[in-house]
């Protein structure tokens, strides 16, 4: 089954730090990958998605994605964090079925960047 | 406009209740979606239509009614629920091509089943 993980229920950093939130896939053919963000009592925002050949792509709000076929990995960063990043990160990726095009979530990683 | 609004923000329902679910794109976006999530949890689809007609069911009980009576509209009608159907619902839209499309949420629809 093609599915996304994500390892880490939370991370915390530090305020000015570098973040990363891991994502893997178990994909077969090329991945359609996308990372979502949730802050609290809203609906999700897009941040960025995979483009078959760049193996960092950037996204919005300063953040980006490395893309790591033989890891298997596509994990999402930042190189300054802010404490207003604080928020519930959603790794997703997007099948082709029968019926049409299905986002399907990883379980998603806390963020927490304190002062 | 790009925005996916859903009404109402908040929902109070008896068991025995009927209600709907509404929410309205102007993007132009001919997929449309819903998905339900419980507190801390991810999305889980329920519905897709593409084109106006509904292409993906994921086995949802039938106390959950979709309907797409235009490009622009996507409704859920609700009877019957039980409390477990307590959760917040999220709509969404998007073109139908290319596949790597991104999808636009709405800010959902948090209901309680009491």
């Known amino acids: 089954a093609q599915s996304v993980a994500q390892p880490e229920d939370q991370v915390n950093v530090a305020e000015g730090n570098p973040l990363t939130v891991k994502c893997t896939y178990s994909?077969?053919?090329?991945?359609?990958l996308f990372w979502y963000v949730q802050y609290p009592n809203r609906g999700l925002q897009f941040l960025l998605k995979y483009i078959t050949g760049d193996n960092l792509v950037k996204g919005s709000y300063g953040f980006e994605a490395e893309f790591n076929k033989s890891q298997t990995s596509f994990h999402l960063k930042k190189p300054s964090a802010l404490v207003s990043d604080s928020a519930l990160y959603f790794c997703?990726?997007?099948?082709?079925?029968?019926?049409?095009?299905?986002?399907?979530f990883g379980t998603g990683t806390q963020l927490k960047v304190e002062l | 406009d790009t925005e996916v609004t859903q009404t109402p923000k908040h929902l109070v329902m008896g068991m025995t209740n009927k209600k709907s679910l509404k929410c309205e794109q102007h993007?132009?976006?001919?997929?449309m979606y819903w998905y339900k999530q419980k507190a801390k949890k991810p999305p889980e689809l329920m519905f897709v239509?593409?084109?106006?007609?509904?292409?993906i069911n994921e086995s949802v009980p039938s106390r959950f009614s979709p309907e797409c009576p235009n490009s622009s509209l996507l409704n859920l009608h609700l009877h019957a629920l039980q409390p477990e159907d307590s959760a917040l619902y999220l709509c969404a839209s998007s073109q139908v091509q290319p596949t790597n499309e991104k999808l636009f949420f709405g800010s959902g629809t948090q209901l309680s089943v009491l």
């Open positions: 994909v077969s053919g090329n991945p359609y």
């Open positions: 239509y593409s084109y106006e007609k509904l292409s």
């Open positions: 997703a990726v997007r099948l082709l079925t029968g019926g049409g095009n299905k986002l399907t």
């Open positions: 993007m132009g976006h001919r997929a």
